[in-house]
């Protein structure tokens, strides 16, 4: 039997992400002190807080309606770049699930991917050029084998932008002296992929 996913799964996912940010908010930071401006954990932090909260006031009946709320409430509450990149990801993907009340895994892989393209569109990167989407390109095709094979494959993404000279965004600035850090936002991307899996597991899925 294929296991499906509703509205409180996502909510779920959500709070997990936020308490995840939480604690690893000073390693965010800290990464972004390396290469950027020292906010990321800040910002993000900022961000699944005020997203949980509304989520929890007014939580929507469907999954792509807990996306979209949520993507929302992320570009109106995150002044860096990450918070448009995350909520359009977030909100793209919501509105690719429509209104369906159950969704399976591939069908969240499939929406996750129109987000990530969105992404893609928003920012002008590729994988390669050392911002979330080395992790995020790779986490939503492998989402389309299992939940683990997702967060495995962002968090190798993530670890493979440290030899890498960033193309795009803050870090770019710096050139050459961006080689050898590894990108906040693939980091924060990781995090997103271990918390679905671990969202996932507590309801029996893979
Ligand atoms: P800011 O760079 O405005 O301070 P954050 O520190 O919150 O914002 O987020 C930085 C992260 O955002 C980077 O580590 C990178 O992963 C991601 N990022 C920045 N610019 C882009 C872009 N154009 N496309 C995709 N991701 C980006
Ligand atoms: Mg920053």
């Known amino acids: 039997m294929t296991e499906t996913y509703g509205a409180e799964f996502l909510v779920r996912w959500l709070e997990a992400t936020a308490a995840a940010v939480d604690r690893e908010a000073d390693r965010l930071t800290e990464l972004d002190s390396a290469i950027g401006d020292a906010d990321h ?3 993000l932090k900022r961000g699944f807080a005020a997203v949980t909260e509304l989520l929890a006031k007014e939580p929507p009946a469907t999954p792509g309606a807990v996306l979209v709320t949520a993507g929302r409430q992320l570009i109106s ?8 990149l995350y909520g359009t990801l977030l909100r793209r993907a919501g509105k690719a699930l429509g209104e ?3 969704v399976s895994r591939e069908r969240l892989a499939e929406a996750f991917g129109a987000g990530v393209a969105a992404v893609s569109q928003l920012g002008g990167a590729q994988v390669g050029d050392k911002t979330m989407l080395d992790a995020l390109v790779p986490a939503v095709e ?3 084998g299992s939940f683990g094979a997702a967060r495995a494959a962002a968090e190798e993404g993530a ?3 440290v030899p890498l000279q960033a193309r795009k965004g803050r870090a770019s600035y710096l050139g050459e002296r961006s080689i ?5 936002g693939a980091t ?3 995090l997103l992929f271990a918390e679905l899996e671990g969202a996932a597991r507590a309801e029996g899925g893979s």
Not at 77 to 84: E, H, K, M, N, Y
Not at 180 to 184: L, M, N, R, T
């Open 41 to 43: 954990g800040v910002n």
């Open 77 to 84: 509450t995150v002044g860096g770049a990450s918070g448009p």
């Open 100 to 102: 369906e009340e159950h």
């Open 142 to 144: 492998a989402l389309r």
């Open 159 to 161: 670890l493979a932008t």
């Open 180 to 184: 050898g850090h590894q990108d906040p």
């Open 188 to 190: 924060s991307s990781a």
